[in-house]
Every structure is written in structure tokens, then in C-alpha cells.
């Protein structure tokens, strides 16, 4: 049962256009969201996150989007580099738990020149 | 950071391995999780403070230890070929804290 799903397994940008990741999720318990970069031969970085009683946190050039409701997330990129390039992972948790991320399956960026 | 050995492990199906894990200094949470190819990281278990706590959906075969020098090991017994997978670490300062992970042990069944 995947509980957290990113339905894109890729995605090409251009260089200074936006990006935008999806994720859904059918746990209505997960109450904080995260974003983890993975480059090649390195473990997952963390990005940004936001917790379920937000709907918008932004760090830079990085946004990421709740919607409670229809239990989805998205991040948005802009303007988006080639260093940007990597599999991004979306990953979700129950505080009340505290031992566990639930992690979707990834998306590979690509962001062109 | 978080380090990990080794960096790539090649074992027969039924054997046994112990994959290594240094965590961030004052760390005293530290979880493991498994990669296999084209997915995302699965939870295998977590250990706070020496004391498991809290496991995904893996076999015993899968268990763990964490010691008080900042250091932990995963040992899997009876290997099967669908153990082959990425393994990566992750450390926090707490329990509900940031996960810093490691680069991982890519495990190969033969």
C-alpha cells in the first residue's frame, strides 16, 4: 500500500523556468511534509518541509504547497538550475509517531540549459 | 556527517551481513532505511537511545544495534536476493528531529 505517491517519475525544465513536483498521499494521520534531494552516489538532503497546519512555506527559490483537503503537495522551483538536477523525494510522518518517514517513490529532475 | 561501511557489499543468498553506521556527533536517534531500485526509502527500524524504537514491516531477520560512541550496525541474516537494495542511515538529534542521512551501502545478493 504506497501511502505517499509521486505519479511523475521524471521531469525536464529549462533552465530559469519553474519546476513543479507533485505528491499526493492517502494518509489523513501524516501531519508534516518534507522534500529530500538525492544526487547520485549521496544520501537524500532535506529541502524544505511543512507542517499540515500550513499551506505554503517558501526558503529561497523553494515552495512548497498543502492542500489538506484533496491531500496533496507540491513544490515549485523558481527559477530552476542546472544544479537542480536530481531525484526528489517527497516524504511524510505522524508526529504523534515520531519513528517513522513515509516515503514516495521519487521524481527525477532534469533541467536543461 | 553521517557515515556509512562499506560502500558496496557483494554476498551470497544466505549468508549473513553487518552494514556500519557513523552518526553525527551528539546524535542519539538513529534509523535505518532501505532503497530498492526505483523506489523510495523504506522505514526498517529505529533506535533511540540504544532501545529500538519503533520498526517498519521487515522480518527479524533484520535487526540492530546502537552504541553509546555515536555508532550502530545493521545485520541481516539468511539473505535472500530481494535484499539486494540500497541501505542508508539516518541520524538526529531527537526523536522527531531532522534525519541527516548517509551516502549508504549498495548490498548485492547473489
Known amino acids: 500500500d504506497q501511502q505517499v505517491k509521486q505519479n511523475s517519475p521524471s521531469l525536464s525544465v529549462q533552465e530559469g523556468r519553474i519546476s513543479i513536483l507533485n505528491c499526493d498521499y492517502t494518509n489523513s494521520m501524516f501531519d508534516y511534509f518534507l522534500w529530500y534531494k538525492k544526487y547520485p552516489a549521496e544520501g537524500p538532503t532535506f529541502l524544505i518541509s511543512i507542517s499540515s497546519i500550513k499551506d505554503k512555506n517558501e526558503d529561497g527559490r523553494f515552495t512548497v504547497f498543502l492542500n489538506k483537503s484533496a491531500k496533496h503537495l507540491s513544490l515549485h522551483i523558481v527559477p530552476s538550475q542546472p544544479g537542480d538536477s536530481a531525484v526528489y523525494f517527497c516524504?511524510?510522518?505522524?508526529?504523534?509517531?515520531?519513528?517513522?518517514?513515509?516515503f514516495g517513490t521519487g521524481t527525477r529532475l532534469q533541467v536543461t540549459l | 556527517g553521517v557515515t556509512q561501511s562499506p560502500t558496496h557489499l557483494i554476498k551470497t543468498r544466505g549468508q549473513q551481513v553487518t552494514l556500519r553506521c557513523s552518526s553525527q556527533s551528539g546524535h542519539n536517534t538513529v534509523s535505518w532505511y532501505q532503497q530498492a531500485l526505483g523506489q523510495g526509502p523504506q522505514f526498517i527500524f529505529q533506535?533511540?537511545?540504544?532501545?529500538?524504537?519503533g520498526r517498519g514491516n521487515f522480518p527479524p531477520r533484520f535487526s540492530g544495534l546502537q552504541f553509546p560512541n555515536d555508532s550502530s550496525e545493521l545485520n541481516v541474516n539468511a539473505l535472500e536476493l530481494d535484499d539486494s537494495a540500497l541501505y542508508l542511515c539516518?541520524?538526529?538529534?531527537?526523536?522527531?528531529?531532522?534525519?541527516?542521512f548517509g551516502s549508504g551501502t549498495q548490498l548485492s545478493v547473489l
Open positions: 516524504a511524510a510522518i505522524n508526529t504523534g509517531t515520531a519513528s517513522k518517514l513515509t
Open positions: 533506535y533511540y537511545r540504544e532501545e529500538e524504537n
Open positions: 539516518a541520524s538526529s538529534l531527537g526523536l522527531g528531529e531532522k534525519l541527516f
